[in-house]
């Protein structure tokens, strides 16, 4: 097990589509992969991950929603596509690839979304709240789409000089994470 980096706005995996996966290609290392992504999630407390936000270009997200008094809903997805959208939602969203920053985004309110499962099973997700806005913004990711880029135009270049300004901050933590102990 092992926490993972997280590509952060800049790096080009981010804005790639990502691969379709053959899922005998990776059910061998499939479970000690979602470990680490479940687990570099909840390091940092993001809601969900994407595998190009680990630097992988598979098109795989896992997605783990704290409840009250109740079990977290954990879920991963492989291959997920959209079967249906509706209603809307206006929320305040965060990414784990932009640390600090939030901004409101416009979002379907209920999906429905096909997938395969760990066990490269088809499964089929109705979601709505907070669970369907995660499943919107991991799917985004794995098209190359990052929240920031669900923008107006307007929104996003008025954003420009706080990014910038995040960016040299992620460059520093990244740079203390790498020297030597
Ligand atoms: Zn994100």
């Known amino acids: 097990m092992a926490i993972r980096r997280i590509c952060k706005y800049g790096e080009k995996i981010l804005d790639k589509k990502t691969r379709t996966v053959v899922f005998s290609e990776i059910k061998k290392d499939l479970a000690a992969l979602l470990t680490d992504m479940f687990e570099t999630m909840e390091a940092v407390g993001g809601a969900g991950l994407a595998a190009n936000q680990i630097g992988l270009d598979l098109r795989l997200a896992v997605i783990r929603i704290h409840r009250e008094n109740e079990e977290p809903l954990s879920i991963v997805i492989i291959n997920p596509e959209m079967v249906e959208k509706s ?60 929240f920031v880029g669900r923008l107006p135009l307007m929104s996003r270049l008025k954003l420009k000089p706080a990014l910038m300004k995040l960016k040299g901050q992620w460059k520093k933590i990244d740079e203390s994470k790498m020297k030597p102990m």
């Open 87 to 146: 209603g809307s939602m206006y929320e305040d969203e965060g990414c784990l690839s932009f640390p600090g920053l939030f901004a409101k985004i416009r979002r379907a309110a209920k999906v429905k979304v096909r997938a395969l499962n760990e066990k490269g099973l088809p499964i089929e997700i109705n979601a709505e709240g907070l669970f369907a806005k995660a499943l919107q913004h991991e799917m985004d990711h794995l098209d190359g789409i990052t």
